[in-house]
């Protein structure tokens, strides 16, 4: 069984910052790549930020500049700093990993909440 276990998210003001990590464990046999997505409120979930084994980094548009995923591959962990954060950044924030073959997994959760 894979667990997903994040942690970070909490409330901030605006400008304010966050760092996310999420650390997975279990029988996990290989990882290709591990990333953050958020879903806010009647929205649907959209891509973050991904990172690859070798490093490769992919952001959304919104947060290019704002957020940086890292990874630290031998604890299976990876963070999202996330940087001069916006009302619009409100979501919760969900840890993917892609093991390959189609397989995925995901982490419970947690929420970030940007408000004055």
């Known amino acids: 069984q894979v667990q997903l276990v994040e942690s970070g998210g909490g409330l901030v003001q605006p400008g304010g910052s966050l760092r996310l990590s999420c650390v997975a464990s279990?029988?996990?046999?290989?990882?290709?790549?591990m990333g953050w997505y958020r879903q806010a409120p009647g929205k649907q979930r959209e891509l973050v930020a991904t990172?690859?084994?070798?490093?490769?980094?992919n952001y959304a548009d919104s947060v290019k500049g704002r957020f940086t995923i890292s990874r630290d591959t031998a604890k299976n962990t990876v963070y999202l700093q996330m940087r001069n954060l916006q009302f619009e950044d409100t979501a919760v924030y969900y840890c993917?990993?892609?093991?390959?073959?189609?397989?995925?997994?995901w982490g419970q959760g947690t929420q970030v909440t940007v408000s004055s």
């Open positions: 993917n990993v892609n093991a390959g073959r189609a397989v995925e997994y």
């Open positions: 279990g029988s996990i046999f290989s990882i290709n790549a």
């Open positions: 990172i690859t084994i070798f490093g490769r980094s």
